[in-house]
């Protein structure tokens, strides 16, 4: 008993005297200030009500609905004082322009709080399946899920969909048939006045929170938690406006001279979730990867490989490769690295082969517009793009165009550029056959008996269907194994996935993988017994092939 009666004891101390609390009185204080003066100005004590009291409600509420997120945030008052600041300023500045639009303040009030329901669910199906919450930088992603809708949509959810759905339509019925505006009442000066100062108490908010700033661990999931939702948002876009100022410390470098003699064609395949999942479970069929298991016997070098993503978020492991930059070392431009670093004119393994006098080529059949890659991908030195255009219905195999379809294209490129004082060819392969979601495909029983020796769980299916599509991967490699093992012109090849599948219900019941993919690089002239197996980290991946070719010194 008196030890409880000490902890409330100091919780009340906490409560009292914390700055964090002190931030909140403070803008208590000032809001009660700016309401008085109001309302000595205006003599109108119902207009003050009448907004008052929903703006109560949508700041309080905003707090609450925090609660809902997956990681769960701290509760307000064991934030930092910013963090309050951020999250009632945001409020304001979202709710003051709005009254002045509707004249609805009930209106407005529901209406930031079903925006923020939908984000808190966007948040949580992002979490269920990457393991990282909502962040700033995810806003772009809205613009995506209409271009592309498949590839966001499903992960929403149809329940979830029809909720969100569902609170927009009983937000607009109860603004705009429900509730009276203001309009109908009190005059305009009157109304925008009212609007105009509780703007300037939000921008007053956050001028004062710059003075102190949000300390952010770029660690999405403990931002989240630490900060809340509305602090973390802000955070991250207050960071993204800063330039990344470092350099590629692991970057192959730029050219100080011209190779000497006949250069190999590269050949690199950015494999769609490609990992050895029989390193994860035993129970699948040994010869699932049997072509990958056989370039590995005379392979330079194979072996785990460090992603800085999961399940999604391929452009962080392919800027990782491409520049030979570390994911953390771009602060919180690792995120998504193509919006800004990649537009700064840094170096890359594609720009530096190419003032060699490569010819270099990406090979993507999906839509060149999808991560912007039709005007990032020039300025890190690709000559052409060659994207869905190339490819026809014929080609798709399940959601997308299949591997066999884009080995065929590849062998192709790689035809041109074998006979003698041929161009030297660096072509970058970007497949798309495994991509999720896997759960809008159906697992065939057929599949099921060939490629698992053991029963799988209930609700397993995305894994039979993953396993389905990485055979498809597998005889894509075994394509360009022979194509390359028949040309005149030494060729290096270099594959690697890009993440983890999205399978969060077999995790579930199955565990987790380590989070590595897998890599390897091989040479159709330079056969090698008895490489082992060596682990590496993405953005060490172009320098290790480089090396392995022997053109790593003459790039230095």
């Known amino acids: 008993m008196p030890e409880s009666n000490s902890n409330s004891r100091r919780s009340l101390r906490w409560l009292v005297f914390s700055s964090s609390t002190y931030y909140l009185y403070a803008f208590v ?62 409020c304001l500045l979202l709710f003051s322009p709005l ?24 948040s949580n199906a992002k979490y269920h399946s990457l ?17 592309f809708p498949r590839l966001y949509l499903p992960f929403l959810g149809a329940g979830r969909a029809l909720l969100a759905g569902a609170a927009i339509c009983i937000a607009i019925y109860g603004g705009l048939v429900v509730e009276q505006p203001l309009s109908a009442v009190y005059s305009f000066r ?64 730029t050219a100080a001279e011209t190779f000497v003699g006949p250069l190999p064609n ?36 194979f072996g785990p ?24 070392q771009l602060g919180v431009h690792r995120f998504k690295p193509y919006r800004r670093v990649a537009r700064q004119g840094l170096p890359t393994v594609v720009s530096c082969l190419k003032q060699q006098g490569y010819r270099t080529v990406c090979l993507h059949p999906y839509s060149a517009t999808f991560y912007d890659r039709a005007t990032v991908f020039p300025l890190l ?58 759960h809008l495909e159906q697992a065939r029983p057929e599949d099921g008996q060939r490629l698992v020796s053991q029963t799988l769980p209930d609700g397993s299916d995305d894994l039979i269907v993953y396993l389905r599509h990485l055979e498809q991967a597998d005889q894509m490699l075994g394509k360009v194994q022979d ?5 005149q012109r030494e060729a290096w090849l270099c594959l690697y996935g890009d993440h983890l599948p999205i399978m969060p219900q077999v995790y579930r019941q199955m565990g987790e993988p380590d989070g590595r993919v897998d890599y390897l690089v091989w040479s159709n002239h330079k056969q090698l017994d008895g490489a082992g197996m060596q682990p590496l980290a993405v953005e060490q991946l172009a320098q290790e092939l480089l090396q392995k070719a022997e053109l790593m010194q003459r790039l230095v």
């Open 29 to 90: 204080a000032s809001i009660l200030a700016v309401l008085i003066s109001l309302l000595i100005w205006n003599r109108n004590e119902a207009l003050l009500i009448n907004v008052g009291l929903p703006l109560a409600c949508c700041l309080t509420l905003s707090f609450a609905l925090e609660q809902l997120l997956t990681p769960r945030p701290v509760w307000p008052w064991q934030r930092p004082g910013a963090a309050l600041i951020l999250h009632s300023g945001l």
């Open 99 to 122: 009254l002045l639009l509707l004249q609805r303040p009930w209106f407005c009030c529901i209406s930031l709080l079903a925006l923020q329901v939908l984000v808190v669910m966007i």
């Open 131 to 147: 393991q990282e919450p909502f962040i700033y930088q995810d806003f772009s992603y809205f613009v995506d899920a209409v271009r």
């Open 190 to 253: 009157q109304i925008s006045a009212l609007a105009l100062v509780l703007l300037a108490i939000g921008l007053l908010l956050m001028l004062s929170a710059r003075f102190n700033r949000l300390q952010l661990a770029l660690d999405p999931v403990r931002d989240l938690q630490q900060l809340g939702l509305f602090a973390s948002l802000w955070g991250y876009y207050r960071a993204e406006q800063q330039p990344w100022q470092g350099a590629g410390l692991s970057s192959p470098g």
């Open 266 to 301: 590269l050949v690199v395949i950015q494999s769609e979730s490609f990992f050895d999942p029989r390193r994860w479970y035993r129970g699948i069929t040994p010869d699932l990867l049997r072509h990958y298991d056989d370039l590995k016997q005379s392979a330079a070098s």
């Open 305 to 328: 490989l460090e992603v800085p993503a999961w399940g999604a978020n391929t452009v962080r492991t392919e800027f990782a490769f491409l520049s030979g930059i570390a994911n953390h």
């Open 381 to 438: 030195g690709f000559d052409e793009f060659i994207d869905i255009s190339r490819f026809s219905a014929d080609d798709y195999q399940g959601q997308y165009v299949g591997d066999l379809a884009v080995a065929r294209e590849l062998c192709a490129e790689l035809a041109k550029h074998d006979g003698p004082g041929t161009q030297p060819l660096f072509v970058f392969v970007i497949t798309m056959e495994n991509h999720g979601p896997l």
């Open 483 to 487: 194509t390359l093992a028949a040309m």
